[in-house]
């Protein structure tokens, strides 16, 4: 999904939980902060949280120079479960 | 010294090929940007039709005028428990609302497009699920897209 959107000329960005997953489908840019899978883009209700993950996310769209770059980032979210 | 010694040889097991970089590059400022979100997350508005837990290649549109309150998620390929409490878990939409009016980014986009991962027919993902999607958000002007998925 991602290629299809970049290859139709939109840069695309990827937050995910799971990076080796990512890398092997071929993403063009990645970010992976240190959250469960189904929390991709923070702790559920904290806003902080997902605010910078939204922002950094962004920053790296722009930084990111090489194709398939996973940029891991410093927040972390454990899911009691 | 090449370290190929026949040329061709092919596994008779299958493994997985990581395909070929696809690039657009960056031309704008973030804060010229009009930002939409895709995710593999499941996520559709509570009238819509749900995904075929399955498997489903279709997508549903999330236009950004419906509340964040009317969203929820079809999605049974991981843990729905941070998601139900807050969909911006996977689809950090308020977030953006909130990132356009501080004037971080330019706007966030009229549509968003949403499907379901983690399975389903992939070619039909690869040749028309995904190529419709770009589509759509290109058609809408929009300049840059977060993913969630993976």
Redo the contacts between chains.
């Keep these: 999904?991602?290629?299809?959107?970049?290859?139709?000329?939109?840069?695309?960005?990827?937050?995910?939980?799971?990076?080796p997953?990512?890398?092997?489908?071929?993403t063009?840019r990645?970010v992976a902060p240190l959250v469960?899978?189904?929390?991709?883009?923070?702790?559920?209700?904290n806003?902080e949280q997902?605010?910078a993950?939204?922002?950094a996310?962004?920053?790296q769209?722009?930084e990111i120079d090489v194709?398939?770059k996973i940029v891991p980032l410093p927040f972390e979210y454990q899911?009691k479960? | 010294m090449s370290l190929t010694v026949v040329k061709g040889l092919q596994s008779e097991i299958f493994v997985p090929v990581t395909p070929p970089p696809v690039w657009t590059p960056v031309t704008k400022k973030i804060s010229e940007m009009t930002v939409a979100i895709a995710t593999a997350a499941g996520v559709h508005h509570k009238d819509d039709k749900r995904f075929n837990l399955a498997g489903d290649f279709t997508w549903r549109r999330v236009l950004d005028t419906m509340p964040s309150s009317e969203l929820m998620v079809t999605h049974g390929g991981y843990d729905n428990g941070d998601v139900v409490k807050d969909i911006n878990c996977m689809f950090p939409i308020d977030r953006l609302h909130e990132l356009a009016a501080e004037g971080f980014i330019k706007a966030v986009a009229p549509v968003h497009c949403c499907f379901m991962g983690g399975g389903g027919n992939q070619e039909k993902f690869r040749n028309e699920t995904g190529p419709e999607i770009a589509k759509v958000l290109k058609e809408e002007g929009v300049d840059a897209v977060i993913m969630t998925a993976g």
């Design positions: 999904m991602q290629r299809a959107i970049e290859q139709i000329g939109i840069p695309t960005i990827i937050i995910a939980a799971l990076p997953v990512v890398k092997q489908t071929g063009p990645a469960p899978m189904g929390a991709n883009a923070g702790a559920p209700n806003v997902q605010t993950i939204v922002k996310t962004l920053q769209l722009v194709p398939g899911a479960v």
